[in-house]
């Protein structure tokens, strides 16, 4: 099915979670903060949160700034 | 013998109820490199160091994150809002960075203007109280306002960061008159943020009396950053110790300072 992360269509397998997102890009969920659907999903939820078709998920973390 | 040093009397810094040594504050943008910043960082011996909030890169060809560089357990990471033009993505910036885990400190900044990056106080203001509301502890990067410094302090915010000249110019302390006024007006911590060139300039903002100060290009765009943090540390540091030791007035006309008797025929 398809969504967008961080701002690119990606196909994801149907009936996936966050969780499982996560480790399918090979994120480690400690360095990443995940906003699904204009929401923050806390880590330890990550795994109760399924995926659906059209979903808008953001993956940030800490990067160079002043 | 008591030494010059030992009669400086300073109080450490204190912001939103944590304690740091160091009234330097540095970015960790726009360095050449990854090494070159963890060098410049510790040569600065600043404790708090910013952080911007970003998407992951999702091709993973390069990891961008700051964070196996800089050990959180060694530095304070104050998390910025930097590229928000609004004060609802500066919120969301801030609630993304907080849920990061490693504390509730932001450096808030609400841009209102792309050319000279100029801060929109009445975003950054809406955004201060949500945020205050939600118990952030707020940095608030403002212009060199009294009013609005005021109504920031009124906001709840921890500290107020108005700036010496616009971010990444280098120009120095513009209006030091403006920051003085701040500094005497407010209750909670004057860091100025932005517009330091080199190290006279932090030397000279410092004079001023504020608490801190935070900069990030003068130290990264240096021809080499690791030597300039090492003087923004000294000329902070030289600054904060003419300011407590008091400075001598300012005359019009000079005043010999050998004595003018004893003089021959």
């Known amino acids: ?66 | 013998m008591t030494t010059a040093v030992e009669t400086i009397q300073d109080t450490p810094l204190v912001i939103g109820g944590r304690t740091f040594q160091s009234r330097l504050l540095v970015g960790t943008g726009k360095y050449p490199d990854m090494e070159t910043m963890v060098r410049a960082i510790e040569a600065s011996g600043a404790e708090v160091v910013t952080v911007a909030v970003r998407r992951v890169n999702l091709d993973r060809t390069k990891d961008s994150s700051v964070l196996h560089y800089l050990d959180p357990k060694h530095v304070f990471l104050l998390a910025n809002t930097a590229g928000c033009y609004t004060a609802a993505d500066a919120i969301r910036y801030a609630r993304l960075a907080r849920e990061a885990g490693f504390n509730d400190f932001v450096k808030l900044e609400v841009i209102g203007d792309e050319e000279t990056l100029l801060p929109d106080v009445q975003g950054l203001l809406e955004s201060a109280k949500v945020l205050v509301q939600e118990g952030f502890k707020v940095l608030a990067y403002t212009n060199e306002d009294l009013v609005t410094a005021l109504r920031l302090e009124d906001a709840g915010c921890a500290a107020v960061m108005p700036l010496a000249s616009p971010i990444g110019s280098g120009l120095g302390l513009l209006n030091p008159l403006s920051i003085r006024t701040i500094k005497r007006r407010l209750h909670v911590p004057v860091i100025v943020d932005a517009g330091v060139g080199t190290a006279s300039d932090a030397c000279v903002t410092m004079e001023q009396g504020v608490d801190g100060i935070l900069m990030n290009t003068a130290i990264a765009a240096a021809q080499d950053p690791v030597a300039m943090a090492h003087a923004m540390r000294l000329a902070t540091i030289a600054g904060r110790a003419a300011y407590l030791a008091g400075r001598m007035p300012r005359r019009e006309v000079a005043m010999p300072s050998s004595p003018t008797k004893g003089m021959l025929d």
């Open chain 1, 1 to 66: 099915m398809d969504v967008v992360i961080n701002g690119e269509h990606k196909q994801v397998t149907s009936g996936a979670t966050l969780g499982e997102l996560l480790k399918e890009l090979e994120l480690d969920p400690r360095a990443v903060v995940v906003e699904h659907n204009r929401k923050i999903v806390r880590r330890a939820g990550l795994s109760d949160v399924t995926i659906a078709e059209g979903d808008t998920i953001e993956l940030v973390h800490f990067v160079g700034g002043g």
